[in-house]
């Protein structure tokens, strides 16, 4: 029932959005979080508009971007929803975050709250998928995303259990916490980075809000052929996981380029994974090959 | 009360909330513990007083404290990652209100179990298997099976798939009562709840639809967040997890309205605990006309029996006299319903000559008569069998484990091993959760378990119900296949092996492994 009304409503909110942006064929969500970059939002969020419109110049990120993902916002945490492919590769990045993080940190992986003491930032945390696991192993963690909307589901969302009502929600971007200057020990930008106008900037952004020696974690998709093949062809078109439109593979990066521009932010890439799919289990599971998905972590150097 | 309380608690931030629902707890707590004390008494470990009030939700309530619900419980309880986990158990039985006394002179119970290897190394990681060794238990390395007809038999050897043991007869009790020592052991937060579930809800909706943010249980349940459980003794309880280990008569799978599939075998099964004049030391089944019997080691010259018949037969065998029983007993297990296996069966060597080099005759290994049943020990008890088999085990915050999930024929003694293996699963698995941060009611966690036990469970299944009709059917022809196929399972030792590992719990199928 409450499912019915769901896809419902989320119809709707695709048939206003597609009259709304012509140049759209089905404009949807954002299947990753995101940061905004200035102020084509959507109507009714009239604050973010005004928000927006005083940080355009430094914002990085991409107008059309926000449109699409403020429309199906309320479906973030329906794990058979437009979310579904994020929710499923959820396990994945955060096994490779978890291991990550505690050898960097020095913590003990076999302890249920291993982030204990960690202060976190989860750039463009949507509705806070990935924000409420991170605060459930015990890290001090603050989600930014630039669609208020989003972040009001993140809010109700997490409010309900007390193990994630701490997690502190801003909307708002990474440029704007650079400016407040805030600093984490760690920062997370999982799927987003693809999405911004200016990667390079981005990056920067993400090196100043960590602490020296702080680690960095980035996930995103390779400009490979393949990752043309599955991520849009596949994942939009056949198996309508995504919402048409969600990735412009011209944006993608490659892992040599991010390692590069994560270099010239003065972030050292340490390790690379990448995420593959199994078909036979539904599974993701990390590997070596990091030809489609691809996660990074690197640190800050020290002083 | 409680609920109507904390509703009322609008916290303006959390952290003075939290603040202030604890010390509502130690209040409330003294109270509770005053006012509850009969019905809920004894079995708290420390730090649980702040879940004695009705708010404060549980991460996992058991509903159902049996073997294998205090097995998922141990394995919680002594998991780096589960064990910081509050846990509530709900169950009505005497055993987990006061712990019987277990004493060593006492003749065995005749509820056993034959655990596998598989199901050993499980409770040897947990450490409630040094409990088990405190008491009566009889590993057997040896079990001989054969049947009436006298044209086939068959021999396992722990050291044909190069093991120490095939299993371990334990009685239930024993088992039970390890458990729980294993996790008093601990300083696990659980309760338990001496009362019986009536009723179970959950909310299904998590969409947007939100006037009310306050971060009360009420209202994470009004949510889909928490599952609701009512008992019968009036009290309530919200978990983020429910998971069902009562029994075949489900009442979580009802509840959750998890559909079944299975069938009633027209058998009872007889058990009782039977004495030796010797010590007995392998396990022993012979196929008869109406059903199997089984005779298992349990110690001190004690076997348990497991006697498979007709239900009109069962009821005259539990009520004749205890000579006649034995009598029955030893005629069952010897010359009744058909000669014993001549070893020297024409054409039996031939029959398999043609597989050269792939035939290994166990030369010293000839067919042997079980030792004589010289008295009965204990009561005779009878129950019905059946095949059930709950057509999904996760939904989202509901969970089955063991009999809840399937039953299966008492053959070969696999029912609570695939219930053990259930428990151990998604002690893992909710582990592999919380590794990750996910909410452990999580239905795409949970499904993760329901593919990897389905699997094992619907396989045993299968083997256990085809070798029940392969025997409940006498007719010349068959009796020879059967026989064939017997032989072929003794003499082809690659096969035995395989067999024999898959029954000792080894996640492989026997053929094609």
Redesign the interface.
């Known amino acids: 029932?409450?499912?019915k009304?769901?896809s419902k409503l989320r119809n709707q909110n695709l048939q206003i959005t597609r009259n709304r942006n012509h140049h759209r064929l089905v404009d949807a969500a954002r299947f990753f979080s995101e940061q905004p970059v200035s102020n084509l939002s959507t109507p009714d969020d009239s604050k973010f508009i005004i928000k927006n419109k005083q940080q355009t110049t430094t914002s990085s990120l991409k107008q059309h971007e926000l449109a699409k993902f403020a429309a199906i916002s309320?479906t973030w945490?329906?794990?058979e929803g437009p979310f579904k492919p994020l929710?499923?590769m959820?396990?994945t990045r955060?096994?490779f975050i978890?291991s990550t993080l505690c050898r960097h940190f020095s913590k003990d992986?076999?302890?249920?709250r291993p982030f204990e003491g960690l202060k976190i930032v989860d750039v463009g945390c949507g509705g806070g998928i990935l924000s409420?696991?991170?605060?459930?192993?015990g890290a001090t963690v603050t989600g930014v995303d630039a669609v208020e909307k989003n972040i009001n589901?993140a809010?109700?969302h997490a409010?309900?259990?007390?193990e994630t009502?701490?997690i502190e929600y801003c909307c708002t971007t990474a440029e704007k916490l650079v400016e407040e200057q805030r600093k984490f020990d760690a920062v997370i930008a999982l799927e987003v980075i693809e999405h911004v106008a200016a990667p390079a900037e981005f990056c920067k952004s993400l090196a100043a809000l960590a602490y020296p020696g702080g680690a960095t974690v980035i996930s995103t998709i390779n400009r490979s052929m393949r990752a043309y093949a599955t991520a849009i062809v596949a994942a939009e078109y056949l198996l309508n996981w995504l919402p048409k439109g969600t990735h412009q593979w011209s944006s993608f990066l490659t892992p040599e380029e991010l390692v590069l521009i994560l270099q010239r932010a003065s972030i050292n890439v340490k390790e690379m994974a990448g995420f593959v799919y199994s078909p036979l289990?539904g599974r993701w599971s990390l590997s070596d090959d990091i030809s489609v998905n691809f996660i990074a972590y690197g640190t800050k150097d020290g002083q | 009360m409680n609920r109507v309380i904390a509703r009322k608690v609008v916290p303006a931030n959390?952290?003075i909330f939290?603040l202030s629902r604890k010390k509502f707890f130690s209040d409330e707590a003294a109270k509770a513990s005053t006012s509850a004390a009969s019905s809920q008494s004894n079995q708290e470990s420390d730090g649980n007083l702040s879940f004695t009030g009705n708010v404060q939700p549980y991460d996992i309530a058991i509903v159902g404290g049996g073997m294998v619900g205090m097995a998922l419980a141990c394995s919680l309880a002594t998991t780096?990652?589960?064990?910081?986990l509050s846990v509530a158990i709900i169950d009505s039985s005497p055993a987990l209100a006061n712990k019987p006394c277990i004493k060593r002179e006492d003749p065995p119970d005749p509820r056993v179990s034959t655990v596998t290897p598989a199901t050993i190394s499980f409770f040897k990681d947990t450490g409630a298997w040094q409990y088990v060794q405190q008491h009566r238990h009889a590993y057997f390395d040896k079990m001989q099976v054969w049947d009436y007809t006298g044209l086939g038999y068959t021999k396992y050897d722990a050291r044909d798939v190069d093991k120490e043991v095939l299993g371990c007869v334990v009685e239930n009790k024993v088992l039970h009562s390890s458990l729980l020592s294993r996790i008093e052991d601990t300083d696990f937060q659980k309760k338990i709840y001496h009362s019986r579930l009536t009723s179970m809800s959950l909310n299904?909706?998590?969409?947007?639809i939100?006037v009310d943010?306050?971060?009360s249980t009420e209202?994470?349940y009004a949510?889909g967040?928490l599952a609701k459980l009512e008992l019968s003794d009036g009290n309530s309880l919200y978990a983020k997890l429910v998971v069902g280990s009562d029994g075949g008569k489900s009442q979580v799978r009802e509840l959750a309205g998890f559909k079944t599939t299975g069938w009633k075998y027209s058998q009872n099964a007889v058990i009782c605990t039977v004495e030796h004049s010797v010590e007995n030391y392998s396990a022993w089944q012979r196929f008869l006309p109406a059903g199997p019997i089984a005779l298992l080691p349990i110690g001190d010259k004690f076997s348990n029996i497991v006697w498979t018949m007709n239900p009109e037969e069962s009821s005259d065998f539990k009520s004749m006299k205890e000579d006649d029983f034995v009598k029955a007993v030893n005629h069952a297990l010897d010359y009744g319903y058909g000669p014993h296996h001549k070893s020297s069966l024409p054409g039996s060597a031939g029959m398999f000559s043609w597989l050269g080099g792939n035939v290994t005759i166990f030369a010293n290994e000839s067919f042997e008569i079980p030792p004589k049943v010289v008295k009965l020990a204990s009561e005779r008890m009878a129950f019905p069998l059946s095949l059930m088999h709950a057509n999904e085990y996760a939904s989202k915050r509901v969970v089955l484990i063991g009999d809840a999930a399937h039953t299966v024929h008492p053959l070969a003694g696999q029912g609570v091993n695939l219930g053990f293996g259930d428990a151990f699963a998604l002690s893992r698995i909710i582990a592999?959760?919380?590794?990750?941060?996910?909410?452990i009611g999580?239905?795409?966690l949970l499904k993760k378990y329901e593919?990897e036990r389905k699997l094992a469970n619907m396989t045993m299944m299968a083997i256990l119900d085809g070798f029940q009709k392969a025997y409940s059917v006498d007719f010349g022809p068959l009796n020879i296949l059967r026989a064939a196929a017997f032989h072929g399972a003794h003499f082809i030792s690659p096969l035995k092996r395989s067999i024999i590992s898959y029954a000792s719990g080894e996640q492989r199928l026997p053929l094609f492994s």
Request: glycine share 2%; proline share 9%; with cysteine.
């Open positions: 029932m409450a499912l009304l769901l309320d945490w329906d794990s929710h499923n959820n396990p955060l096994a978890r992986p076999n302890c249920a409420e696991p991170l605060a459930r192993m589901v809010r109700l409010d309900l259990d007390p009502s701490t289990t | 959390n952290q939290k780096p990652l589960t064990k910081h299904p909706s998590s969409s947007s939100v943010s306050t971060a209202a994470s949510r967040r592999e959760g919380i590794a990750v941060g996910m909410d999580e239905v795409s593919a």
